[in-house]
C-alpha cells in the first residue's frame, strides 16, 4: 500500500479552486450554519423535537423539515420557532 503525504487541507483547497466546487461548498456551509443557529436554542431549552412540534401546533415532521431543510424554510416559521425556544433575535449585518 502506498502511503500518501497529501493533506486533508491541502485536498480541500485544491477541491476548492474549481468554481462550481467552491460554490457547493459555501452554500453546504451556510445550511450548516443556518442549521446550528437553529438547534442551539432547542437545545438550549431543552425541548425535544415534540415538544416544540406541540408548542407551535405543527407535526414533528414539520419541525424535522425546518431542522434539515432551514434554506426550504420561510422566515415566518423560522421567527416562531425562536419564539417557542423563548429565543430573541439581535440582527446586524456584515
Known amino acids: ?4 503525504n497529501t493533506t486533508f487541507d491541502e485536498l480541500k483547497e485544491k477541491a476548492l479552486a474549481n468554481p462550481v466546487a467552491r460554490a457547493a461548498y459555501d452554500e453546504a456551509e451556510e445550511k450548516w450554519k443556518l442549521i446550528q443557529l437553529l438547534l442551539s436554542p432547542r437545545e438550549y431549552a431543552q425541548l425535544s423535537q415534540t415538544e416544540l412540534a406541540k408548542r407551535l401546533g405543527v407535526s414533528f415532521a414539520r419541525i424535522k423539515s425546518i431542522e434539515g431543510k432551514p434554506l426550504n424554510t420561510n422566515f415566518k416559521a423560522i421567527l416562531k420557532y425562536f419564539n417557542a425556544c423563548n429565543v430573541k433575535l439581535n440582527f446586524s449585518l456584515k
Open 1 to 4: 500500500m502506498t502511503k500518501h
